[in-house]
């Protein structure tokens, strides 16, 4: 076991540095985003290693240049060593926004501007030797306490032959005059950068433009100068102290003592040969370095960049937004490829271009989702962009188009606009009929299916379910999944059972549902798997299934946890406290309702928003909480007018007429319009389902009311038309009320000659 979790920590360090990993990873069925968790954890679990052979000490400098991935991992970092034997020196600027403090293990210690005795030390360790009080006062008066410029003046002055030694001590015997040390840590360090030659600031210029760190080999292939020259040229800047070495050539690398020597020795370049200088250094590594190339596409995108080369710099931005999104780097990723598409702006209108910002727009808008959600305005933008690139290539029924297609009616959808999202499944439909493909023809129906589902036309969604079905294939349409974020055979059949149970067929959804089950399961796609146990739960709390939908929630949510589903876990919530609900445990289930709201809402979605609703005030009136029930109702009729979300209307209306019976003093008047309205709702859209449960709800009351015949005459229609599913909750109390109806007039009869 030992053994294997090693095995599962190399492959995910061996990812993270892309090398190669023998199918290790796709064996283990991560999500991207569980990848990355599992990445920071083995690299946390490697510092807890070392700890436990002897005390660690790490050290973040400059964070205020932090990435965001970096940032979660320090992050992590601060927490996992609280009790270990670990030093953690973190260096940022004054201005960062940071968030650690308070806990006991962290102590802040601010850096401030040093005093003059800290300014003495700095000298004269920098001089070699003390200072006159003359001298070291006109290095305090110019250097403001910033350690880089006391260091920089002090050499200027010992530098400029203007002291005296006396044997024990540099003296002053005048002031210094403005002439001769350049008043500014800037202009020091330009003065001293001419001061060491041409080739040392060509050189340190070279440097800059590579980047802080840098290594011989890339220096010398783009600086294009004999070794003996080169080293020399090294060696004055390094004798200088303006750039570390580690290492011997060929082997060395560099860094630069400070970020503002290398912006000093960069900002000495004008644009021309600035520009080439940057296409000389992604010439370098294009040639001779392909690894980084490979591993690192955004530093040959920059330098593309900086060159003007934009072309190429759009296509190495595109592959390091795709490459960050693989590797869950989402923000990094966002940030990638918005830099390719404000290049894109700069170059001809040209097909190439074109299909360049279709690749960017398509990636950022899956990055986008990952980080916003599925509906966020951000993605559909994203999406309707690259929707006008396609056709304006003539790119109609092409496999990006139906992934444009795809990701518009995903973003209205989740987003609670079905009527929205009919037309891209619509136009989705048409073209993939027009290419007769059986995994395009499944999800066009599958996509109409289930919008009609939303909006509450279930007579009309039946037949595209029912299609979509017939066309399945698993084992050809496996590949799909990552196109469509699921398996498409799965999520017909999920939706196929939702159908089938409306149209008055339980036996049948039921078998539905467990093929569903099992092709998730089989298929070993965390998102998949994800997508089913939530619609069949969902579809188990239309049958009134309180074990199924809990078990098929506790489900969704141990999985969704696991993996980072942030909307699947909203969902899987509210399910387990509907579920709750109906064991009696009110006040817990209400709660939890509201919190899987609360996490779906973060992330833009309000799909299923009406029938969650309705959920919730069950939930509330279970609690004793009628009126509170009543105010989320209200709710949930004003979300689905708002919405066109109107399927769920029929059971909504049917839970008012409930919560109304409910109150201390019921208007049995209200009550019955409430049934009645819900009654005709379900026959206008064609559920049955829903028509049995307002046809119970409605009987009940009548016969409580004294109208028994009224009663029977109104629920045997609809409990007649009904060939299966006789174990069902619902056909089970509709069953029982005729049987009572049904003996009524015995009863009468008997009780009538007992008197």
Not at 539 to 546: L, N, S, Y
Not at 603 to 626: D, K, Q, V, Y
Request: proline share 4%; hydrophobic share 45%; aromatic share 6%.
């Amino acid at each position: 076991m030992l053994l294997a979790l090693a095995g599962v920590r190399q492959a995910l360090v061996a990812d993270l540095l892309s090398l190669p990993t023998a199918g290790a990873l796709s064996e283990m069925n991560l999500t991207p985003q569980r990848r990355k968790e599992k990445t920071l954890e083995a690299l946390l679990d490697r510092v807890e290693d070392l700890s436990r052979r002897r005390p660690v000490l790490m050290v973040f400098e400059d964070t205020q240049w932090i990435d965001p991935t970096s940032h979660e991992l320090l992050n992590l970092t601060i927490d996992r060593i609280r009790d270990l034997p670990v030093l953690l020196i973190i260096t940022f600027r004054s201005d960062f926004q940071q968030v650690w403090r308070g806990p006991a293990h962290i102590s802040t210690l601010a850096l401030d501007r040093l005093d003059i005795g800290e300014t003495t030390a700095l000298a004269e360790t920098v001089a070699g030797k003390p200072l006159s009080r003359e001298v070291i006062a006109q290095i305090a008066a110019r250097a403001d306490g910033i350690p880089l410029f006391v260091e920089e003046l002090t050499s200027a002055i010992i530098e400029s032959g203007l002291l005296r030694d006396d044997g024990c001590r540099y003296t002053l015997d005048r002031p210094l005059p403005r002439p001769a040390i350049p008043l500014s840590l800037h202009a020091l360090l330009l003065a001293r950068l001419d001061r060491l030659g041409s080739a040392a600031k060509e050189i340190a210029q070279i440097g800059g433009a590579i980047g802080r760190h840098f290594s011989y080999d890339l220096l010398a292939s783009v600086a294009q100068r004999s070794e003996p020259g080169l080293q020399d040229a090294l060696g004055r800047l390094v004798e200088a102290g303006l750039i570390f070495q580690r290492g011997v050539p060929p082997e060395a690398t560099f860094l630069f003592k400070h970020a503002l020597v290398q912006d000093t020795a960069y900002g000495t370049l004008l644009r021309g040969p600035r520009q080439a200088l940057h296409a000389r250094i992604a010439g370098a590594l294009e040639e001779h370095f392909p690894s980084v190339a490979e591993v690192q596409p955004q530093i040959l995108a920059h330098h593309l960049t900086e060159a003007g080369i934009l072309e190429k710099a759009v296509e190495y931005w595109c592959r390091a937004g795709q490459q960050s999104a693989k590797k869950s780097a989402l923000i990094e990723a966002i940030a990638q490829l918005r830099r390719g598409l404000r290049l894109i702006a700069n170059l001809p209108d040209t097909r190439e271009c074109k299909q360049q910002e279709l690749d960017l727009l398509v990636t950022l808008a899956g990055a986008l989702m990952g980080v916003r959600g599925y509906a966020h305005p951000e993605v559909a933008e994203a999406f309707g962009r690259a929707r006008s690139l396609v056709l304006e290539m003539e790119g109609a029924g092409t496999t990006p188009h139906f992934s444009v297609l795809y990701g518009l009616w995903v973003a209205d959808f989740v987003g609670g606009k079905p009527k929205a999202s009919l037309e891209r499944a619509e136009e989705f439909l048409l073209f993939a009929q027009s290419l007769k493909e059986t995994g395009l023809l499944v999800k066009g129906h599958q996509l109409v299916g289930t919008t009609l589902l939303s909006i509450g036309d279930y007579a009309a969604a039946f037949p595209h379910l029912e299609s979509a079905v017939a066309f399945c294939a698993p084992e050809a349409h496996r590949t799909l999944a990552i196109r469509f974020a699921a398996d498409i055979d799965v999520a017909a059949l999920c939706n196929w059972a939702w159908a089938l149970w409306h149209r008055g067929y339980p036996d049948q959804a039921s078998n539905a549902a467990h093929q569903a089950l099992q092709h998730a399961q089989q298929s070993a796609h965390v998102p998949t798997l994800a997508y089913a146990l939530i619609h069949l739960g969902i579809k188990a709390a239309f049958e009134r299934c309180a074990a199924e939908t809990g078990e098929r929630a506790n489900e969704a949510l141990a999985l969704a946890r696991e993996h980072g589903l942030a909307m699947w876990s909203g969902y899987g919530l509210m399910l387990q406290g509907w579920a709750l609900s109906q064991r009696g445990q009110g006040e817990t289930a209400v709660e939890q309702i509201r919190s899987g709201l609360t996490a779906t809402r973060e992330t833009a979605a309000r799909n299923f928003e009406p029938l969650f609703l309705g959920l919730l005030a069950e939930a509330f009136a279970l609690a004793g909480e009628i009126e509170d029930g009543l105010v989320v109702l209200s709710e949930a009729f004003a979300t689905a007018d708002a919405s066109g979300q109107k399927g769920t209307d029929a059971e909504l209306h049917r839970l008012r007429g409930d919560l109304l019976h409910r109150l201390p003093s019921p208007d049995c008047t209200q009550v019955e319009i409430s049934y009645r309205t819900a009654l005709s709702i379900a026959r206008e859209q064609g559920t049955r389902g829903f028509e049995l449960r307002a046809a119970v709800s409605l009987a009940r009351l009548l016969t409580d009311k004294g109208r028994r015949e009224e009663a029977r005459d109104l629920l045997t229609p609809v409990y007649g038309w009904f060939t299966e599913g006789f174990d069902a909750p619902d056909l089970k109390e509709a069953e029982a009320l005729l049987e009572a109806l049904d003996a009524w007039p015995n009863t009468r009869l008997a009780l009538t000659t007992s008197r």
